[in-house]
């Protein structure tokens, strides 16, 4: 079962969206998922993540932060991420994704071979 996303949209830049994945649970729970985008002819960027630190902790790629924030409900093993003042150039296809294992650094969070568990992405469209 891949996880699910829902939330993607067109808005104007500055706007704000919130994306929303579901997965199906043990070992893919909500502390071990994360967001990446890529846009056409880009490579995959990751876009934030939860990782142990103790305790789920999260990290995010330098170009989101403080405009990006990651959250989780453990009881619907969800995760979201809110968009604010988004800018053209963040146009992309963003997928959320799981791991079966615990990583305790920020550099394995945000890489993309760290997951198993891929959704099939959820397009935002971002005009200037």
């Known amino acids: 079962v891949q996880p699910v996303e829902s939330g993607g949209g067109s808005v104007l830049a500055g706007g704000s969206l919130r994306l929303s994945c579901v997965e199906s649970?043990?070992?893919?729970?909500?502390?071990?998922m994360a967001w990446f985008r890529q846009a056409p002819g880009k490579e995959r960027e990751g876009v934030a993540a939860f990782f142990a630190f103790p305790g789920a902790h999260a990290v995010y790629g330098d170009s989101v932060k403080g405009r990006f924030t990651i959250s989780r409900d453990n009881a619907k093993n969800a995760v979201y991420l809110q968009m604010n003042n988004l800018k053209p150039e963040e146009t992309a296809k963003y997928y959320c994704?799981?791991?079966?294992?615990?990583?305790?650094?920020?550099?394995?969070?945000?890489?993309?071979?760290?997951?198993?568990?891929w959704g099939q992405g959820t397009q935002v469209t971002v005009s200037s």
């Open positions: 994704a799981a791991r079966s294992h615990d990583v305790f650094s920020a550099v394995q969070a945000l890489a993309g071979d760290t997951y198993s568990h």
């Open positions: 649970g043990f070992p893919y729970t909500s502390d071990r």
